[in-house]
C-alpha cells in the first residue's frame, strides 16, 4: 500500500506516453511484486525481463521513485569509454554506405527517407538487380539502431549490404537475392540515438514504442504527434508492399515473433514460428540461449510491447515481421562486430530468401 501511494505521488500530473525516456535503471528482480508494480503505469516502459531482473526506463522521477521505495536497482551505463571510441559516428556510417553504393550503381541505391530530430538523414538503402526500376518482384525490409544505444544491428547491416554488392555474381546465393527480389535496409532509424548512445532519439523518445497500436486507445494509423523518425517509415512504407521483414535490437540473444501487445495468439503462429526456429537455428549462438526455448519466444510471453513497429508493420501494412536481439550486451568492443557477423550471415540470407516464393 505505502509503494502504490508514492508511485501515485511522485508521477501525479505527470502521467506521458511510455515512449519517453529520460531516466533508465536495471531492477533487480528480487520480488516479483516490483514487477507487477511497475507494470500498472503508463509512462513506464519495461524491456529485456530475465531471471536477475528488467530494464526499467520512465521520466525525469524515475530514479527519486526507487530509491523512495526501497526498489534495489542501478544506473544503466551502456557502454564502456572504450567501446564507444570504437564505432563508427553517424556521418561515418553514411560515408561509408555511400562509397560502397557508388561503385555499384545498377545493383544499389541510396537514399534519405527524412530527417532526425537534429537533422540527419535517415538512410536507406535499396539492392536489387536493375535497381533504378519498382516492379512486381517481391519486396523486403531489414531495419537497425531503432534503440540508439543498440548497436550491434547496425554494424551487421553495413556488413550485409557491402557482402551483398562484393559477391553479387558471384555468390549464388547472393545472386538469386538481388535478381529476385527488391531489397531494402535500413542500418539505422535513430542516428541521434547512436551519436550520444541513448536508447530514445534527441527528444528522449522510444522510437520502439511510438507506432500506432491497434490493441491501445493510440490506434490511428497517422503520423501527428510522433517523432519525425517514426514519421519517416511510416510515410516512406505507404509506397511500399513488404512481404517479409525483421527489425534489430541489443539487450538479449533471441528471435521473438507477434504480438507484442497483446497476448491473443498470432493467426499465423504456426509459420512465423517456423521462420524464428530456422534464423535461430542459423546463428547458433541464439539457438544455442539457455534463456529461450531453442532461442525464440513469443513477445507478450515475454514482456508487452505497446507501439512496437513489429505489431504496426503486421497490423497496418500486412508486412510479416520479426523482431531479432542480436547482442545481450548492448554496446560491446567494436572488435566483436566480426563475430556477430558471421553467426548470424547464414541467417540473414536464408531469411531474405524466404521472400521469394
Not at 530494464?55 to 564502456?80: R, V
Not at 499465423?268 to 539457438?287: F, R, V
Request: proline share 5%; charged share 25%.
Amino acid at each position: 500500500m505505502k509503494t502504490a501511494l508514492l508511485l501515485g505521488l511522485l508521477f501525479s500530473g505527470s502521467i506521458v506516453k511510455a515512449n519517453v525516456v529520460t531516466e533508465s535503471f536495471y531492477i533487480k528482480n528480487s520480488n516479483p511484486q516490483y514487477l507487477q508494480l511497475l507494470k500498472t503505469r503508463p509512462e513506464l516502459t519495461i524491456d529485456h525481463v530475465e531471471a536477475g531482473g528488467f530494464e526499467l526506463y520512465g521520466p525525469k522521477g524515475l530514479g527519486k521513485f526507487l530509491t523512495t521505495n526501497n526498489i534495489p536497482h542501478f544506473s544503466m551505463k551502456i557502454a564502456s569509454l572504450s567501446a564507444v571510441r570504437g564505432y563508427p559516428s553517424p556521418e561515418e556510417t553514411a560515408t561509408e554506405l555511400k562509397s560502397v553504393t557508388d561503385k555499384y550503381p545498377n545493383l544499389a541505391r541510396m537514399f534519405s527517407i527524412g530527417k532526425s530530430v537534429k537533422g540527419r538523414d535517415l538512410w536507406m538503402v535499396k539492392l536489387s538487380k536493375n535497381v533504378k526500376v519498382d516492379d512486381n518482384r517481391p519486396e523486403f525490409k531489414y531495419i537497425a539502431n531503432m534503440h540508439g544505444d543498440e548497436i550491434v544491428g547496425r554494424e551487421l547491416m553495413v556488413k550485409l549490404i557491402k557482402d551483398l554488392l562484393a559477391n553479387y555474381g558471384k555468390d549464388p546465393v547472393i545472386t538469386n537475392l538481388l535478381d529476385r527480389s527488391q531489397i531494402y535496409i535500413m542500418p539505422s532509424m535513430n542516428p541521434d540515438g547512436a551519436a550520444s548512445v541513448t536508447r530514445g532519439n534527441a527528444k528522449n523518445i522510444d522510437l520502439n514504442r511510438d507506432f500506432p497500436d491497434f490493441s491501445t486507445s493510440d490506434n490511428k494509423d497517422i503520423t501527428d504527434g510522433r517523432a519525425p523518425e517514426t514519421a519517416a517509415v511510416m510515410n516512406w512504407q505507404k509506397d511500399r508492399h513488404f512481404v517479409l521483414s525483421a527489425n534489430f535490437h541489443g539487450g538479449a540473444e533471441v528471435v521473438n515473433y507477434p504480438w507484442d501487445t497483446k497476448a491473443d495468439k498470432f493467426p499465423n503462429e504456426a509459420y512465423i514460428k517456423e521462420l524464428c526456429l530456422e534464423y535461430a537455428g542459423l546463428a547458433p549462438y541464439i539457438g544455442a540461449s539457455t534463456a529461450f526455448d531453442n532461442g525464440i519466444t513469443n513477445g507478450f510471453a515475454w514482456y508487452e510491447v505497446n507501439g512496437g513497429m513489429q505489431d504496426w508493420s503486421i497490423f497496418y501494412k500486412k508486412d510479416l515481421q520479426i523482431t531479432i536481439e542480436v547482442s545481450n550486451t548492448k554496446w560491446p568492443e567494436y572488435s566483436t562486430v566480426d563475430y556477430y557477423y558471421a553467426q548470424n550471415k547464414p541467417a540473414l540470407l536464408k531469411f531474405m530468401e524466404r521472400a521469394i516464393p
